[in-house]
């Protein structure tokens, strides 16, 4: 399996609080990518970032703020969280050529605001 | 929006049939991929298909790839109860790196 880490694995919070998930990879890869996943919608892109301090919005930025000083981390911050965003979040990462490559996912965290 | 949409949503079968998924797309794409989801894991690849080419196999999956009808289709072989999972397709327009996931295939293998 692809060295990725994500944390909390769980987390319960409540409406207006700052909440920051963690991302850590041991793979060296150049993208690392934040989806939330929930039922009827499946996989959409928050974030993404292809390189130190390089990233770019997805298809579901608004709320979310994101930042890669390292290679290896990628964190996503919501800064007032709210029920909207209570869902499951998943960190993939790929190696960086022309075309999409497979992306390696981690196993979730589960963040519910209540 | 997404790019890929798999049919159908639900699909549930016995151990040894074959199990057959279709994922449909709407753009031009530089390839195509097929990922599992095991309940509460993350997101496995399985297959990537490129735009030029019409048939890939690993195991006992075989992928195929029809970009006149910008369509792709999953099929299990001999089926097992481990294969119970989710199953999406990922597809990736011309010129960009990033594929965008449909909403997924929900696979049950009866034992």
């Known amino acids: 399996d692809a060295g990725i880490t994500q944390s909390p694995r769980h987390k319960v919070t409540e409406t207006g609080t700052p909440v920051t998930l963690r991302c850590h990879q041991t793979?060296?890869?150049?993208?690392m990518y934040w989806y939330r996943q929930d039922p009827g919608h499946g996989l959409r892109l928050i974030h993404y970032?292809?390189?130190?301090?390089?990233?770019d919005k997805g298809e579901v930025s608004d709320g979310y703020s994101v930042s890669r000083s390292k290679t290896e981390d990628f964190l996503l911050t919501l800064e007032s969280a709210t029920s909207s965003q209570t869902s499951v979040y998943f960190c993939?990462?790929?190696?960086?050529?022309?075309?999409?490559?497979?992306?390696?996912f981690g196993d979730g965290t589960r963040l519910s605001i209540l | 929006s997404q790019q890929g949409e798999e049919d159908p949503q639900a699909l549930s079968i016995q151990e040894g049939e074959n199990a057959t998924m279709n994922c449909s797309y709407k753009?031009?794409?530089?390839?195509l991929q097929w990922y599992r989801q095991n309940s509460g894991r993350g997101l496995v690849h399985l297959i990537l298909?490129?735009?030029?080419?019409r048939e890939k196999h690993s195991g006992r999956l075989r992928v195929t790839l029809d970009t006149s009808k910008k369509s792709s289709s999953l099929l299990i072989t001999a089926s097992r109860a481990a294969d119970t999972a989710s199953y999406f397709c990922?597809?990736?327009?011309?010129?960009?790196?990033?594929?965008?996931f449909g909403r997924g295939t929900s696979l049950i293998v009866h034992p």
């Open positions: 993939a990462i790929s190696e960086g050529t022309g075309e999409a490559q497979p992306q390696h």
């Open positions: 793979e060296n890869h150049r993208y």
């Open positions: 970032s292809y390189g130190v301090k390089d990233t």
């Open positions: 753009t031009s794409i530089n390839n």
């Open positions: 298909i490129r735009s030029n080419e």
């Open positions: 990922a597809a990736a327009a011309g010129g960009s790196y990033i594929p965008t």
